[in-house]
């Protein structure tokens, strides 16, 4: 591999990690229906990094804390959580 390839290369993985360090966006943050949302708690107990709680009968998702692991959209008996 030329120098002139590796260097490339280099700046190529460096801007990639750097795209993929930006964190969520808006528009990856879970959302809970009210509408659905019964408040059972079940998100609540299967989210390992307590980003759930419930509040006034609706789960509340703390998107600092969330880190997208989906279990609570799978464990919701409503589909509530999107």
């Known amino acids: 591999m030329t120098r002139f390839v590796k260097t ?3 700046i190529a993985a460096g801007f990639i990690l750097f795209i993929a360090c930006e964190g969520p966006v808006e528009s990856t943050q879970l959302l809970v229906n ?5 408040g059972c ?11 759930i709680e419930i509040i006034d ?12 692991c989906y279990r609570c959209v ?5 589909g509530a959580i999107y």
């Open 57 to 68: 009968g609706d789960a509340v998702i703390d998107p600092s804390l969330c880190h997208f």
């Open 41 to 51: 708690g079940e998100c609540v107990e299967v989210c390992p990094y307590n980003a």
């Open 74 to 78: 799978e464990q919701c008996p409503e």
């Open 34 to 38: 009210t509408d659905d949302c019964t």
């Open 8 to 10: 490339l290369a280099a």
